[in-house]
């Protein structure tokens, strides 16, 4: 926007009048979030009778099914409504065959959530073989190569179970090409027409997932994953992902992280009228905790200034470990 020279400046104008007290900034305020924004993750494990406490992550915990309901009530008794399910099973193997069992950690998980809460709540299903493979990998190796089209099958296969379950949205992580076309064909075929498809579009090969590959145990045995995550260093590419997930029948699309990532955000904003999902990652989480342990920062002010952000950056909806605590912040504005 250029200065109209000729309209005034200073001293008639004076912007400091708009911050005057709380209550016209609260009037003028731009960028608004709401408890509604926010998706939890919640991480299910297999095999354990309490939940653990995560290393990486202090405040994030590992819930056996039996406490799941007690988390998920929690939670919705804060005012949070969408919960997007990591599991974590108890054994792996070369296909990741627990990821599309219909016993699976993550399938018992929904069907609890489902009978406990009915429509009360949205249920998100992570759509990925990383937990579940031996390699670590989110594809099937062939050689030492992560093989793309013998992955959309298996993909497609989790998808569907997880909508059998009673999942309402699946959420394809593993940056396959094709994926979310694999999955919009497998579900329409079995009836599923109405299940919800959010991609992680423009998910970056970032150094901010390490926290959550503790948690998860899900870090490759071999190589990284830069074959199919994309480079941070790439804006265009991330636009070309986002269109083709579009082009495939993505309802929702996701720019994955969050925080360094606001250009993208802002320029996938412009770019489209889907829905659009950010998810400030484990990193952004462990981060904030470490300062805020340190007495660096204060973690309530950074957190809603942080997630204020990536709201304001063009993002819809925010999947944040932080949920929990900017609702508190929120409900007691
Ligand atoms: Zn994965």
Redesign the pocket.
Known sequence: MTMDKSSPGFPKVRLRRLRKNLAIRQLLQETRISVKDFIYPIFVKEGISAAEESKAMTGVRKFPLSGLIGEVQDCYDLGIRAFVIFGIPSSKDESGSSSFSRHGIVQQSIEFLRSAFGDRIVVISDV???QYTLSGH?GILKGSRVDNDQSLNLLAKIALSHANSGSDMVAP??MMDGQVMAIREALDNSGFTDTIIMGYSAKHASSLYSPFREISD?SPSLGDRKTYQMSFLNHREALREVMLDIQEGADIIMVKPAVPYLDLIRRVREMTNLPLCAFSVSGDYAMIKAASTKDLIDEKQAVHEMLSSIKRAGADIIITYHAKLISQVLNSE
């Open positions: 990925c073989l990383c989110c992580s593993a899900s």
